[in-house]
């Protein structure tokens, strides 16, 4: 069964401290990791994706990802009021033929 | 830019109507993904097509249908709306069936 988990929150964070968001997934064949952020009655938006071990920076934005943990994470520098938002892992399973497995999402909220 | 539409923001329907949501990608992607998403349930796959004309049933696939007759656009149908049909939904498209995926707006519909 295709589980991706995240802890649902709220998580609360100073402005310009570091947020920590993690998410576990349970299927082992997973290669594709990606994290979206959602604003209340918005769509996802997609901020990064990740398929290789190890750390990935865009700006203020890392991925991390431990494949023999099973395990991936979104650490956000700098936090601003604008990042107050629910953050979405994503990641494919089934050999890649079934789309993406989505977490229910982390609730972040930074405060000022 | 991926853009996807979608055909309205706001939908009302009763109960027994047929209800047609329409997807538009720009991108020449071949995968187009419908999503309902519910608060506590997180994203849940309805229906995806990786090409013209062909269909996948995802995770929840009881009452609703799809169409895709052109590479671009991706009709989701509610053959009898009910109440319990009442979700926001969203539309998405990916250059891969494992790959990023891009979202429209979503389309908030209420069965009364």
């Known amino acids: 069964q295709k589980e991706v988990e995240q802890n649902s929150g709220p998580l609360s964070v100073p402005e310009g401290a570091i947020a920590s968001l993690n998410c576990t997934y349970s299927?082992?064949?997973?290669?594709?990791f990606f994290w979206y952020r959602q604003y209340s009655g918005k769509s996802p938006e997609l901020i990064m994706f990740?398929?290789?071990?190890g750390d990935k920076e865009d700006g203020r934005f890392t991925a991390q990802l431990n494949k023999a943990s099973q395990y991936v994470s979104l650490l956000i520098r700098d936090s601003q009021p604008s990042d107050s938002a629910t953050y979405l892992c994503?990641?494919?399973?089934?050999?890649?033929?079934?789309?993406?497995?989505f977490g229910k999402g982390t609730h972040l909220i930074i405060q000022p | 830019d991926v853009k996807v539409t979608q055909s309205s923001r706001y939908l009302v329907k009763r109960t027994g109507e047929k209800v047609f949501l329409e997807c538009v990608q720009d991108?020449?992607?071949?995968?187009m993904f419908w999503y309902r998403q519910d608060p506590g349930l997180g994203l849940r796959l309805i229906y995806f097509?990786?090409?013209?004309?062909?269909?996948e049933k995802g995770d929840i696939p009881e009452g609703y249908s799809v169409s895709r007759e052109k590479k671009e656009r991706f009709s989701l149908i509610l053959e009898s709306a009910s109440t319990n049909q009442t979700s926001m939904y969203l539309c998405?498209?990916?250059?891969?069936?494992?790959?990023?995926?891009?979202f429209g707006p979503g389309t908030r519909l209420t069965v009364t």
């Open positions: 991108m020449d992607h071949e995968n």
């Open positions: 097509s990786y090409d013209v004309k062909m269909k």
């Open positions: 994503a990641v494919n399973t089934g050999g890649g033929a079934d789309g993406l497995t």
């Open positions: 998405a498209s990916s250059p891969r069936t494992d790959g990023e995926q891009y």
């Open positions: 299927d082992r064949g997973s290669q594709s």
């Open positions: 990740i398929y290789s071990n």
